[in-house]
């Protein structure tokens, strides 16, 4: 009795598979790293951060106190601010307005050289603080 078109296809596909499971098999076994010395399966990184199988040619010295982990530190040019004391409290709390951002930075009489008013120009530094910045070592703008 003759086969159907389906069990032709179906025998096909199943000789096809064979075929391509032979051929992966001796592919693995040319590719095969067992064997192969230590050295022939070190991989090395080159001055431009690419994988290269070539070991460098002279040794550099890496000084440990060199390497910064993490981001980059925040240079700040000029650590002291200026601006205008906008509003102050009965209680000693007040808030200073930074003339380059206009950004309002908050600030407590004890961290004030000179007794300050409402309107002074005042120099300070900015620190960070749990609620924000907070100004530190303020000085009257004479």
């Known amino acids: ?3 159907s078109f389906s069990k032709k296809e179906n025998f096909k596909k199943k000789i096809q598979k064979q075929k391509e499971k032979a051929l992966k098999r001796e592919e693995r076994k040319t590719n095969n790293n067992k064997g192969k010395k230590l ?7 080159d001055e431009f951060g690419r994988l ?3 070991p460098p040619e002279e040794r550099q ?3 440990l106190e060199d390497i910064q982990l993490g981001a980059a530190p925040i240079i700040e040019e000029d650590v002291r601010k200026t601006g205008i004391v ?3 409290s009965e209680k000693g709390y007040g808030f200073i307005t930074e003339n380059n951002s206009k950004e309002n930075v908050f600030f407590h009489n004890n ?3 000179e007794p300050v008013k409402k309107g002074n120009k005042v120099s300070f530094e900015k620190e960070k603080s749990v609620k924000g910045f907070s100004a530190i070592n303020i000085q009257l703008v004479k």
Do not use: R
Request: charged share 20%; proline share 0%; hydrophobic share 40%.
């Open 86 to 88: 906008t509003f102050l």
């Open 52 to 54: 290269t199988s070539t």
């Open 61 to 63: 010295e890496i000084n």
């Open 111 to 113: 961290n004030c050289a």
């Open 39 to 45: 050295e022939d399966m070190f991989t090395y990184v």
């Open 1 to 3: 009795m003759a086969d």
